[in-house]
């Protein structure tokens, strides 16, 4: 097997009425749930948080399938695949940080805003540069976020249906954000939430049987496993050890201790994630929620292994990297080769399966983060900024359908760039954005009195600015055959992800600009945040 690509195209082409008609299918089933949901949808209520109507299991189950996204089914195993330990290191953070969620965020979020974060950054300070600040954050957060998801579906639709050209992969990008803005616009919170827990039960259905048909090749013996994967990498014992990819020397060292800053961290600042916490009726489902995903999340992380050392066991590792060099492919070329062969009709048949969830699993997370940040401009910058609390629910609403039609064409856009660039590593960029800006702002907002309008928005600028400011002249956009743009050299930050120095600067932005800010505090209005955080009344 010299050419994966070419193989795993040969390999399905009788099967292709197959593979389409899985694609197909999957996506007018969730568009019909889509348009079941709009005919529901009657205020920004529902619009934006579902008509708070789901239970805590559900909530969970949309969390759930809002989170595991094409960083966690494709990024992870690629990069267990490539580089063993230290790619499983990505689902650890993954998992980790859902315990600063669920015991910083989660239920004070949830009783203190309405709709978006800025309601809640906003309640005790200045409207208007608050809700700006916020409002930018949100929907840049959102966009590194999607560009994970646009390069995870250019990969695997190309692989699928053998697509090589720059023109066709392309394409399958525009179609992408094509139906995310239909998902989005149409369905509001009610339809994103319901396709999401659909794709979360197909996600973790799709994982279990690649898992078990992995380990049954090796007699549920995971040592076997493991030492196969080891011998078959090329990098011995090491592959199963800390240091292939993060160990190399000092930068990759502090790069390590960047990623699990930023990962561990990243997740209480996710805006697709925090205007989940809206869509239930008590602060007690919303803790529950985020309990009942830690479970389901947490079994698929575990999962991970068999896909990435399975990967690592069954395949070569040129094979993986001559059809994504990311390692981008490494599950579904692992379903086709479980399943028999890139030239058997099993292969064939699982590799079309597999693929159809990680499609479905890419159309329910970009659903999710379009919605996160088409609510935000809509809400915070719209009714709240530009028209001054004065617009009504079907403006705000109208408003956001078409923030959603700009915010996907802005991600298509940047998201051809992306195709060659791991999805997890990409995700985990969108976390360190997210813990910079957001974290600090929300966390100084709960539970600082001192905190000022000042230092939210010395704390949110801050920790965007510096955070993307770095990325950009980080070897993840150029000066390596790996970057976004590998031609051009204009890299000077050694770092591949910013979150050793812009989360910690983000926090001290904040605390500087509250302590030198000449602003009174308004200590009634933190004595009813207080109350409003731990209790909920008078929150909706």
Partial sequence: MTDTLHLAAEGVSDHRPLIISLFATFVLVTLGITVWAGKQTKDATDFYAGGRQFSGFQNGLAISGDYMSAASFLGIAGAIALYGYDGFLYSIGFLVAWLVALLLVAEPLRNSGRFTMGDVLAYRMRQRP??????????????????????????????????????????????????????????????????????????????????????????????????????????????????????????????????????????????????????????????????????????????????????????????????????????????????????????????????????????????????????????????????????????????????????????????????????????????????????????????????TTQGALWSIYGGLFSSVFLVLFSPVVSGKASSMFPDVDFYWFPLENPGLVSIPLGFLLGWVGSLVSKEPVDREKYAELEVRSLTGHGAH
């Fill in 130 to 451: 608050v809700r700006t600040a916020a409002g930018i954050s949100t929907i840049v957060v959102s966009i590194f976020y999607l560009l994970a998801q646009m390069a995870g579906a250019g990969v695997l639709v190309s692989l699928l249906l053998g697509i090589t050209s720059e023109a066709g992969k392309i394409l399958i990008v525009v179609l992408v954000g094509v139906v995310m803005i239909l998902y989005v616009s149409i369905g509001g919170m009610k339809g994103t939430t319901w396709v999401q827990m659909v794709k979360a039960v197909l996600l973790i259905a799709g994982t279990l049987l690649i898992t078990f048909l992995v380990l049954l090749k090796y007699d549920f013996n995971i040592s076997t496993l493991l030492g196969e994967a080891a011998d078959n990498s090329g990098a011995g014992s090491a592959f199963l050890e800390p240091g292939l990819k993060y160990g190399i020397d000092a930068t990759t060292k502090l790069d390590f201790i960047s990623l699990g800053i930023a990962l561990v961290l990243g997740t209480a600042g996710l805006p697709h994630i925090l205007i989940r916490f809206y869509t239930v009726p008590t602060s007690q489902a919303a803790r529950r929620s985020v309990n009942w995903a830690i479970g389901i999340i947490g079994g698929f992380y575990l999962m991970t292994i068999a896909l990435g050392f399975g990967a690592a066991a069954l395949l070569k590792r040129t094979d993986i990297i001559s059809s994504n060099k990311a390692g981008n492919t490494a599950a579904p070329l692992l379903a086709q080769e479980i399943g028999g062969g890139p030239d058997s009709a099993g292969g064939a048949i699982l590799l079309a399966v597999i693929s159809a969830v990680a499609f479905a699993t890419i159309l329910a997370v970009v659903a999710g983060l379009t919605l996160a940040s088409s609510s935000s401009f809509a809400h915070d910058l719209y009714a709240n900024v530009i028209r001054k609390g004065q617009a009504t629910q079907k403006e705000e609403v109208s408003a956001a359908r078409w923030a959603t039609v700009g915010i996907g064409i802005a991600a298509v856009a940047l998201g051809v760039f992306a195709r060659d660039l791991n999805v997890a590593g990409l995700v985990a960029l969108a976390f360190a954005v997210a813990a910079s800006a957001n974290l600090p702002t929300i966390l100084y907002s709960l539970f600082w009195k001192r905190f």
